[in-house]
């Protein structure tokens, strides 16, 4: 796992090319600090630099930029190709011949070989890649299957730039460093900035599933190799006929398999373990299959509702792993608020980042991998919002709108906490954590018109009309025509998450908070093999009785007892509202006080969401967030404030 940075400007002096590679791959240490490297073609003008996380082969061998044995094509990669060595054997098949025992030798004998697109196709792994092609004057730009690493593209002034990260392309003298409104207006609708966008003008994502091939006439063109939208139409329309015990074992061994690729490394390596379903899956597949504990790794809150250590701590115990705990106080990751805007250089609003950040700094001081479950809800229809989103459209098909609308209103006119004391009455297995936030928010989805509102209504952290003067309303995916293939309802929702909030939001939550401490994660359940297979099952078998994840539920039952991990679905959050209202205030205030900014607010708006989350009348901290991530990271990014560097545009 490493960081990537290249520059490719027609008009650069050998030496000016040099330095400016060096500095974007220099910018992106944090992502490799155990080696640095930077290959130049000074008569095209093109640099490629690369930061390495040595992982497999930690030989010199696996050093990078890396040209092919003959020459054609040189690479910068990031990320672990977990088949390489199925790849490599087909090679030397084919007459191939290896120096080294590095995946990315085989990454570029395969694009020699095959062609670029069609060898990322061939790859299983979590990766992000530049391949330069000499003779014909061509760059590749590639993103692996489900956007588990992070690629940037610029096409400014004849200049293409790219990164793993913003920071190396904003960095780069000569590029006009101006912020995307559309951007911003998505951030505080979603809470992220959803690809293709990026908060940069002239700035784009590199898509999941695609290699982007710009020749020297400027001339750009989009290989789509692989599509989750169509593999989830293709297995929606030919679903598997299993019964429930052969289902679950057919997962079982697919699983194992992906779980079992993703432990070859050469460091040590371990998981994130919250004693939810699907790290415990991961964990429990990881354990069958060593010969010593699994080394697993959890932070612990103590605050009522957000503490999923002793949960964690109940699964190792009987799986038998090394578990590791560490139990934070609030000031420690409240010490952790005013370095978002560096670990994450564009805004980014999902406070569980702060979690995220903490157990890979605590993983990172045992190991240099570490497994993680991510993907399980998207894949097996965990999140509440498809359970709730079918309960919402049943209680519409006989409530009318308007009866539905007043409904919703007098649940929102009750406080949040007294909603919650309410629901600290019930038995302990009945309760639910946050109850009132919970609750209010279905209360909103009431009155929603159909399928595609209430999802609009779910995944909108701020609701209403966004406080941006003259925004342009972000897209969402659920209204994408390439819906058409997956029907209305949960599986709809499954797809429009696993395209965006997946990649954009849970993805690249992951991505920079293990990679600030130069951590790899991996993600087994978003094996390309495991992803086909879970669109084929049928819906009865991730939904049943209420429940998500009910087959992959089934298949960890195998090792560990449903006591354990049978319990409300928590996520991995902390208590923001009552933090915003307490410790976080006056840094909340300063950076919501009044002026304009860059990004021009609407301050009216957002100082009434402010004052009515302050008196405790409502729950707003989750609409906050993505306003104050906004704000801090224009005073971090945009101005000469909290040691930022001053830029125009």
């Not at 670029?116 to 061509?138: H, K």
């Not at 990172?364 to 999140?383: K, N, P, Q």
Request: aromatic share 8%; with cysteine; net charge neutral.
């Amino acid at each position: 796992m490493c960081g990537i940075a290249g520059i490719w400007d027609p008009t650069a002096g050998a030496d000016d090319l040099a330095r400016r590679t060096l500095a974007a791959t220099t910018a992106l240490a944090h992502r490799g600090p155990d080696g640095d490297g930077v290959w130049t073609d000074p008569a095209a003008g093109v640099g490629l630099g690369h930061r390495r996380l040595a992982i497999i082969d930690l030989s010199p061998g696996g050093h990078q930029p890396k040209a092919s044995a003959d020459g054609r094509l040189i690479v910068t990669y990031n990320g672990e190709i977990y088949n390489f060595l199925d790849l490599k054997a087909e090679l030397e098949a084919d007459g191939v011949r290896f120096a080294t025992r590095s995946d990315t030798e085989v990454l570029v004998e395969a694009c020699v070989r095959w062609g670029v697109p069609e060898a990322a196709r061939r790859m299983n792994g979590i990766f992000a890649f530049a391949a330069w092609e000499p003779a014909d004057r061509r760059l590749w730009l590639v993103r692996d299957h489900m956007g588990v690493k992070p690629l940037y593209l610029s096409r400014q002034r004849g200049v293409v730039r790219f990164a793993s990260e913003p920071r190396s392309i904003v960095g780069d003298p000569g590029f006009a460093a101006e912020p995307d409104p559309a951007a911003a207006a998505a951030l505080l609708r979603f809470g992220y900035v959803p690809a293709p966008l990026s908060i940069w003008r002239d700035m784009v994502k590199v898509e999941p599933g695609t290699a982007v091939r710009i020749d020297a006439d400027g001339g750009v063109r989009v290989h789509r190799y692989w599509d989750v939208a169509a593999v989830a139409a293709a297995g929606i329309a030919d679903p598997l006929d299993l019964d429930d015990e052969a289902a679950t074992t057919a997962l079982h061994d697919l699983l194992a398999r992906a779980v079992g690729r993703q432990m070859l490394a050469d460091v040590p390596l371990g998981a994130f373990l919250s004693g939810g379903i699907d790290s415990s899956t991961v964990v429990a597949l990881m354990q069958a299959q060593s010969d010593r504990p699994v080394r697993t790794f959890t932070i612990g809150f103590r605050a009522a509702g957000y503490d999923e250590a002793p949960a964690a701590r109940a699964v190792a115990a009987h799986l038998g792993t090394d578990h590791t705990e560490l139990y934070l106080d609030e000031a420690d990751a409240l010490a952790l608020v005013p370095r978002m805007p560096d670990i994450w250089d564009e805004p980014f609003a999902d406070s569980s980042q702060l979690p995220t950040h903490l157990v890979s700094a605590l993983a990172r001081r045992h190991v240099t991998v570490s497994l993680s479950g991510d993907g399980g809800d998207e894949l097996f229809a965990g999140y509440n919002r498809y359970i709730w989103a079918e309960r919402v459209r049943s209680f519409g098909r006989w409530l009318p709108p308007g009866v539905r609308a007043a409904a919703g209103g007098a649940v929102r006119a009750i406080p949040p906490g007294a909603l919650d004391r309410v629901a600290g009455l019930a038995p302990g297995r009945l309760r639910v954590a946050r109850a009132g936030d919970k609750l209010h928010k279905a209360a909103a989805l009431v009155a929603a018109a159909d399928g595609a509102e209430l999802y609009r209504r779910l995944v909108s952290q701020w609701t209403g009309p966004l406080p941006i003067r003259g925004a342009v309303e972000p897209g969402f995916r659920i209204d994408d025509p390439a819906m058409a293939g997956v029907p209305e309802g949960a599986a709809r929702m499954q797809l429009c998450d696993t395209l965006s909030y997946l990649p954009d939001d849970i993805l690249a939550k992951v991505d920079r908070a293990s990679m600030a401490v130069a951590l790899e994660a991996r993600v087994p359940l978003l094996d390309p093999e495991v992803v086909a297979f879970a669109w084929r099952l049928p819906m009865r078998q991730k939904v049943r009785d209420g429940r998500g994840k009910w087959i992959l539920r089934r298949v960890l039952a195998r090792h560990v007892p449903p006591a354990l991990f049978e319990r409300p679905k928590t996520g991995f959050g902390v208590p923001l509202d009552g933090w915003l209202r307490g410790p976080l205030r006056d840094w909340a205030s300063d950076l919501l006080a009044p002026g304009d900014g860059t990004v021009p607010l609407d301050g009216a708006a957002v100082g009434a969401a402010w004052a009515e989350h302050l008196s405790g009348r409502r729950n707003r901290a989750y609409a906050l967030w993505p306003v104050l991530m906004l704000r801090a990271w224009e005073r971090r990014w945009l101005t000469s404030d909290a040691g930022g560097t001053r830029r125009s545009a």
